[in-house]
């Protein structure tokens, strides 16, 4: 079980932490010399391989990066949007979990609108205490930290530290206990 990655989103929906903590190795990665048989289309702000087939890259299949470039797919900020507003509930605030067969997608919604974002492994337990435990570890090193503005990204060196202990404690002992 693996946590992937953390993100922290300010109140206007900047990102303003990304920590990337389990970043599974690309299997093959392949370079082609001009002219290319493959046809790139964008859809759904994704580039995606429209025709020819070639050394396994098939019609379909998402193109991630160009020339070392990374393809981003929409921000976290869309998603909530797009959350609150498919939600059957009145007056829903957004995304609480989302869940697909190779992640988890979690977050925390603070009462001042930071939004603690985590994507895990879909049988990794303790996600919530988890997300209560980054708020503590956010509180306690970037807020009080007297070089920090609010709502600016978070460049904090005990923040990173007590937030990459979380992660590694919670990967291993899975939930945290009332005492953590």
Known sequence: MAIFSV?????????????????????????????????????????????????????????????GAERSGPSPRRLFAIGSQLSPEVGSSGIEMLETDTFKLHCFQTLTGIKFVVLADPRQAGIDALLRKIY?????????????????????????????????????????????
């Not at 903590?21 to 580039?47: C, G, I, N, Q, W």
């Not at 020819?52 to 160009?66: E, F, M, S, T, Y």
């Not at 600016?152 to 923040?159: H, V």
């Open 136 to 180: 503590e570890i956010y509180s306690d090193f970037a807020l009080k930290n007297p070089f920090y503005s609010l709502e600016m990204p978070i460049r904090c060196e005990l923040f990173d530290q007590n937030l990459k202990l979380a992660l590694e404690v919670a990967e291993k002992a899975g939930p945290f206990g009332p005492g953590s």
């Open 7 to 67: 993100y922290v989103v300010n109140k206007a929906g900047g990102l303003i932490y990304q920590l990337d903590h389990y970043a599974p190795r690309a299997d093959t990665e392949k370079t082609f010399s001009f002219p290319l048989d493959l046809v790139l289309r964008p859809h759904d702000e994704r580039v995606v391989v429209a025709f020819g087939q070639r050394d396994g890259i098939r019609v379909g299949h998402a193109v991630l990066a160009i020339n």
